[in-house]
């Protein structure tokens, strides 16, 4: 039996990712600030924490950790003119600086377990300029370069990837995706003419965690419906 961390696996891709590291009888500790929208099961472990408390301290976990996922996330689209300097430091904070911290501080339970893996989540907007995307992008693009640096640093005991989907049909998007032609409008942006759901990008998470990709690091996979990568006529 393997032991993971999920932080922000209340809700989206972050439970999807729970229910299925559960299924394989894994033991998950899962870190929200709303730890009690989780149902009580005994593989589970709820902590109460907000990453973006930089003066709280973080829940102890004693025992080693194979896997390690960061899910919390930001959708904050706005022209420039429109953002504010707290809206940029919010999205640093919850998607980049919150990454590091959480790592940093449960890397000795990582340590303690042969190929320990990390997960974290960029968006297709870091590397493919969209308008509306700046603070959540530099945010996200700041995601990709400490997945990148630790990939290096930790090397070769743990494996550091990240995810970088389009938008996915999670309660963080509900607000783009909130009546049909929003949804179709959205999937025709998309080569493969969808848009993404939660246990699709799951599924990519379940098999970084797993020994089945023990030689990728460093990398960011791109879960987008093409849309980063082909333009098709």
Request: aromatic share 6%; glycine share 6%; with cysteine.
């Amino acid at each position: 039996m393997n032991s993971y961390l999920i932080v922000g696996g209340s809700s989206g891709i972050g439970y999807e990712v729970v229910k299925k590291l559960t299924s394989a009888n894994n033991k998950i500790y899962v870190m929200s600030r709303n730890p009690e929208k989780i149902e009580d099961a005994e593989m589970i472990t709820k902590l109460s924490y907000d990453v973006t408390n930089v003066d709280e301290k973080f829940p102890s976990i004693e025992e080693p950790l194979k896997g390690l996922i960061y899910c919390p996330g930001t959708i904050n689209l706005k022209p420039l003119k429109s953002l504010k300097s707290k809206d940029f430091t919010d999205d640093f904070m919850i998607n980049a600086l919150g990454a590091a911290r959480t790592i940093q501080n449960y890397l000795p339970n990582l340590l303690k377990v042969k190929n320990s893996s990390i997960v974290m989540f960029s968006t297709v907007a870091a590397q493919t300029g969209m308008a509306y995307h700046a603070s959540v992008a530099m945010a996200k693009a700041a995601v990709e370069g400490l997945t990148k640096s630790l990939a290096a640093e930790l090397a070769p005991k743990i494996r550091v990837n990240a995810i970088a989907p389009s938008i996915t049909d999670t309660p963080l998007a509900e607000r783009l995706l909130s009546t049909d032609e929003k949804r179709n409008a959205s999937a025709k942006r998309h080569p493969l003419n969808k848009i993404g759901n939660p246990e699709e990008i799951a599924n990519a998470v379940q098999f970084l965690l797993s020994d089945d990709s023990s030689w990728i690091t460093g990398q960011i996979l791109n879960i987008d419906g093409g849309l980063s990568a082909i333009k098709t006529i």
